[in-house]
């Protein structure tokens, strides 16, 4: 069982629909949980991080974690072609230092 | 804040030679810096930690003789690609934490690697 999950997709949404992206970790102990953009030929920028059970907005983006299940997903509403990337979901895992492994990411297409 | 800096982003070298990234904090003190490897269309793979003033941990695999990362202070880490080879092109990202958890991890821009 890979540490943290995400399904790779591509997952295709119309333009202003809502986007929903899923990670499921291994790691029961782990506290803190990242999302990150990655665009093609970029590197990964931070879009939300949350540490705590519920859900946290930000804008246009909602994280939602339930520690009981061992997920952690992201809503993108209103999406935007300008949001067509890779997301990559990150977990800090219980005793691992600082390090966050990563998932192998979601491919999202907004498509007009 | 948290702005990190990598240099350069695109490097093309000869086989042989050796390349170094650098890895800046530009508006924090980094205690960690991390260091990952992207080959294209797959996810970032760790290859080592560094903590400034200590060696840095390398994960199982990566070779740190090869790989010689060196985070003399709080605001600069390097790594080094020493006799590189093409299959060591690939983009190579820096990531850094203040250690502290509002900052998140924040990466550099990333070095685009090619061995000729």
């Known amino acids: 069982q890979k540490e943290v999950e995400q399904n790779s997709g591509p997952l295709s949404v119309p333009e202003g629909a809502i986007a929903s992206l899923n990670c499921t970790y291994s790691d029961r102990g782990s506290q803190s949980f990242f999302w990150y953009r990655q665009y093609s030929g970029k590197s990964p920028e931070l879009i939300m991080s949350i540490y705590s059970n519920g859900d946290k907005e930000d804008g246009r983006f909602t994280a939602q974690l339930n520690k009981a299940s061992q997920y952690v997903s992201l809503l993108i509403r209103d999406s935007q072609p300008s949001d067509s990337a890779t997301y990559l979901c990150a977990v800090k895992p219980a005793g691992g230092g600082n390090k966050l492994t990563f998932g192998t990411g979601t491919q999202l297409k907004v498509e007009l | 804040g948290a702005v990190v800096s990598q240099h350069p982003s695109r490097v093309i070298c000869k086989s042989g030679t050796s390349v170094k990234i650098e890895c800046r904090s530009l508006?924090?003190?980094?205690?960690?810096m991390f260091w990952y490897r992207q080959f294209p269309k797959q996810s970032l793979m760790l290859m080592a930690t560094?903590?400034?003033?200590?060696?840095?941990?390398?994960e199982q695999g990566v070779e740190k003789d090869k790989f010689l990362i060196n985070h003399a202070s709080l605001t600069l880490s390097t790594l080094t690609v020493t006799s590189a080879h093409p299959e060591d092109s690939s983009f190579y990202i820096c990531?850094?934490?203040?250690?502290?958890?509002?900052?998140?991890?924040?990466f550099g821009s990333g070095t685009r690697l090619t061995v000729v």
């Open positions: 560094s903590n400034e003033g200590s060696k840095a941990t390398y």
């Open positions: 990531s850094a934490s203040a250690g502290v958890e509002a900052y998140g991890y924040t």
């Open positions: 508006d924090f003190q980094a205690t960690t």
